[in-house]
T-cell receptor
């Protein structure tokens, strides 16, 4: 497809379970970003990838959160031992390079019961 | 860290009216981007505008980087313009991460 895609679109999980969220960026985009959007905190940056490296992980809220990117393309955000405060919409964005306009995917709505 | 403030927080317009949304930021930035989040939650990039003025149809934006603000103009508003408008800045450095303002919620009534 032409745009950024994310899966699943919705995920409901129980507290304490691990979840994996997937992002497929626009083909050829070297930069990839994860953000999350929640009512109380607005839109927050989580992590930035340039190629397969993550030079900026400053937004990850705890060590339960990790992410990887393989082949300079697909990225996976993993949340271990989910907590109710992890409930949010997780958004992925990609750009041609680090200082270019960012294009967002439709997001994954995560609900932790 | 850098602060991004948007005003007004809420705006109600009659179809056909014009409006101006403002974004103030507290430090120098690499770039500034305006987004529209539609009622289905999709974020659409409207402008990449680190400085100067750009126009796209009924929308235009101006960023005055030296004075640390940006303006988004919407002319002849339509009901499809409803949603939340976000300003986001990339702080100086080489990550490109965006820091978002809290948004302006726009409702255009027919």
């Amino acid at each position: 497809g032409a745009g950024v895609s994310q899966s699943p679109s919705n995920k409901v999980t129980e507290k304490g379970k691990d979840v994996e969220l997937r992002c497929d960026p626009i083909s050829g985009h070297t930069a990839l970003y994860w953000y999350r959007q929640s009512l109380g905190q607005g839109l927050e940056f989580l992590i930035y990838f340039q190629g397969n490296s993550a030079p900026d992980k400053s937004g990850l809220p705890s060590d339960r959160f990790s992410a990887e990117r393989t082949g300079g393309s697909v990225s996976t955000l993993t949340i271990q031992r989910t907590q109710q405060e992890d409930s949010a919409v997780y958004l992925c964005a990609s750009s041609l390079n680090w200082d270019y306009e960012q294009f967002f995917g439709p997001g994954t709505r995560l609900t932790v019961l | 860290g850098i602060q991004v403030e948007q005003s007004p927080p809420d705006l109600i317009l009659q179809e056909g009216a014009n409006s101006t949304l403002r974004c103030n930021f507290s430090d120098s930035v690499n770039n500034l981007q305006w987004f529209h989040q539609n009622p289905w939650g999709q974020l659409i990039n409207l402008f990449y505008i680190p400085s100067g003025t750009k126009q796209n149809g009924r929308l235009s934006a101006t960023t005055v980087a030296t004075e640390r603000y940006s303006l988004l103009y919407i002319s002849s508003s339509q009901t499809t313009d409803s949603g939340v408008y976000f300003c986001a800045v990339a702080p100086s450095g080489n990550t490109g991460k965006l820091i978002f303002g809290q948004g302006t919620t726009l409702q255009v009534k027919p």
